[in-house]
């Protein structure tokens, strides 16, 4: 029997996971693929910023995949193996597209042969139609060497792959950056010598059946593996009592992650959008882990704009042609370290309101006191209150 390969599709908050995955579906020669998006926060979006077409785009709703107790990316392979039994769905290949605060391990442990023990008929029926094939991971040019230092995530993304794509190279374009380009590639070599590094021109590439092979990308992947393996055993021995399992064993991010999102009814200034992402990434900073979001523009409600912010960087916006969904309300999706919601929350209604003041919720949700770096951003930013505060 021929197996339906898998590929894993990871890559910290940011990396450009949703946009190499459009331009693969994009080619017709990839019509026939399954989606599985994995979506980090009560409020979904990067479904909705995926090609459909003829591919099926399924989305989990259970919060980051590798958090989840139980084997759930076999659930979802199972439910798609089903639909094409019952001839509801026809694909030859399955790209999982996982947040960006994944871990890998325990994903690559539920897809490889002798990894997370199969707990019913669903699990085999799983290991007997699907093959791990290959994990891509997409590392950001301009923030994955600070992401790589400052997250274990993704360090492990990169560990554990066989593709590593470097993004963003397109803002490279001076000596220095160059170098950095290099640099980046070096450490890269370091952390995973056994990977294949390219720039992702031809990403149709990257999702070719291939064998995956973890016992060849070393020791840190072998033992994380069996780490895995052995915590899933434990995990499961504890909850059989109906117990929880221990808070420690799952909770892999943290309690410093936080997730939350703005929902708005009315539509909103173009400007007034940029404002407020400019305020928030120009003091959040590294703690800004991903803002994005669909939003319904004052100046043209049938096409709404993406936007998308990563740490101090805000991305230029895209517009869409239609909406893609019924939904046309304003959604933002936040993933933060360390960050209140509520004062994210205030600063964008008050960067909304002409007359509000945000330089007091700026202070409360980064902690911080006043800056001549926040006195100039507010004067910059012509909120008048805020510079009179401010001075």
């Not at 190499?20 to 399954?34: C, H, I, K, S, Y």
């Not at 094409?84 to 490889?112: H, K, Q, Y």
Request: glycine content about 8%.
């Amino acid at each position: 029997m021929t197996k339906i390969p898998v590929f894993l599709l990871t890559g910290f908050l940011g990396a450009g996971k949703s946009t190499l995955l459009n331009r693969v579906l994009g080619d017709p020669a990839f019509a026939d693929t399954a989606v599985i998006i994995n979506e980090f926060g009560d409020v979904a979006i990067d479904h909705d910023l995926v090609r459909q077409g003829r591919s099926r785009v399924s989305r989990t709703t259970t919060g980051c995949l590798c958090c989840t107790i139980g084997s759930d990316i076999r659930s979802t392979l199972c439910e798609l193996h089903e639909l094409a039994a019952a001839g509801e769905a026809s694909f030859s290949r399955v790209i999982v597209e996982t947040t960006g605060l994944a871990d890998p391990a325990p994903l690559v442990n539920e897809l490889i042969p002798g990894g997370t023990p199969a707990m019913g008929l669903r699990d085999h029926l799983v290991a007997r139609h699907f093959d791990l094939a290959g994990v891509v991971t997409l590392v950001d040019f301009v923030t994955g060497d600070l992401s790589i230092e400052n997250h274990f995530e993704a360090g492990k993304q990169v560990a554990f792959a066989d593709r590593i794509v470097l993004t963003k190279m397109d803002l490279a374009r001076d000596p220095v950056t160059l170098k950095d380009i290099d640099a980046l590639k070096s450490r890269l070599a370091v952390l995973n010598p056994a990977a294949q590094i390219c720039d992702g021109k031809d990403p149709s590439a990257l999702f070719l059946p291939r064998r995956y092979a973890p016992v060849a990308l070393g020791e840190d992947v072998a033992g994380w593996l069996a780490l895995e393996t052995a915590l899933r055993v434990e995990g499961a021995a504890h909850g059989a009592g109906g117990e929880a399992s221990p808070p420690s064993l799952f909770d892999r991010h943290g309690g410093r992650i936080r997730t939350f999102t703005i929902i708005r009814d009315e539509p909103i200034a173009e400007k007034a959008i940029q404002h407020f992402l400019a305020v928030l990434t120009g003091h959040a900073g590294p703690r800004l882990l991903r803002a994005k979001g669909l939003i319904a523009i004052a100046e043209n409600l049938e096409r709404p704009l993406v936007v998308h912010a990563v740490q101090h960087v805000v991305y230029p916006p895209v517009r869409l042609e239609d909406w893609p969904s019924e939904d046309r309300r304003t959604r933002l999706v936040f993933i933060t370290d360390g960050i209140d919601p509520e004062p994210v929350r205030e600063l964008f209604e008050s960067t909304l309101d002409p007359d509000a003041n945000p330089f007091r919720q700026i202070l409360a949700a980064l902690g911080k006191g006043v800056s001549e770096t926040l006195r100039s951003r507010a004067a910059s930013l012509r909120l008048p209150r805020a510079r009179r505060n401010a001075n």
